[in-house]
């Protein structure tokens, strides 16, 4: 599911350890895709909460299952 490849690449970015990624670059990638999400039709904001929702719900892990709401909120 691209939803979930997405939000795991963000978590991904956002715990990424400094000499892996560059941080200003993880949070500039980070702010481009909060800001197309930003831009979305606020009912398919809401379908793309909704579904981040039901994969958080539906993971066994605890990491994950807070991170997937978070990677909507910004």
Request: hydrophobic letters at 55%; a negative charge; proline letters at 3%.
């Amino acid at each position: 599911m691209l939803v979930e490849a997405l939000a795991w690449i963000m978590y991904a970015m956002d715990q990424a350890d400094e000499d892996l990624i560059d941080t200003d670059t993880a949070v500039h990638w980070m702010e481009d895709v909060a800001s197309l999400i930003g831009r979305l039709a606020p009912e398919d904001r809401r379908e793309l909460l909704a579904m981040v929702l039901r994969l958080a719900a539906d993971t066994a892990d605890e990491q994950m299952r807070s991170a997937y709401p978070a990677f909507i909120a910004g």
